[in-house]
């Protein structure tokens, strides 16, 4: 069973910046994993997506800001955030998934996040707190 632990949230001021976990029970390379956020009463939105190839993609509003990256070694993702702003407060999710899939690869390759129904696999979360 593939069980994904993340950490590293908390509460910080406006322009401060956070590194998010992820440790995942399985071997990291060979997955393909994402990580999401969700604010009260919006939708799950996908931040950023990494492909076992290194590929990343990103949402448009996260670009710049956001970092997504993989130690295999440790098989923990990772997402650094920095110029945090109050709109970045949710709950943020790491995902996974081990199929293939052609449209959620040309979608990373193409810059992008693909849409949650691609991944299988989800953590409890790890709550961002931004105040302004």
């Known amino acids: 069973q593939v069980q994904l632990v993340e950490s590293g949230g908390g509460s910080v001021q406006a322009g401060g910046s956070l590194r998010l976990s992820c440790v995942a029970s399985?071997?990291?390379?060979?997955?393909?994993m994402a990580w999401f956020r969700q604010a009260p009463g919006n939708e799950r939105e996908g931040v950023a997506a990494i492909e076992t190839d290194g590929s990343t993609g990103y949402s448009d509003s996260m670009k710049g800001r956001f970092t997504i990256s993989k130690d295999n070694a440790k098989n923990t993702l990772y997402l650094q955030i920095n110029s945090l702003k109050p709109e970045d407060t949710a709950m943020y999710y790491c995902?996974?998934?081990?199929?293939?899939?052609?449209?959620?690869?040309?979608?990373?390759?193409?810059?992008?996040?693909?849409?949650?129904?691609?991944?299988?696999?989800w953590g409890q979360g790890t709550q961002v707190t931004v105040s302004s």
């Open positions: 995902a996974a998934v081990n199929s293939y899939s052609s449209a959620r690869r040309r979608q990373v390759a193409a810059g992008q996040v693909p849409h949650r129904s691609f991944y299988d696999y």
């Open positions: 399985v071997y990291t390379t060979m997955y393909q």
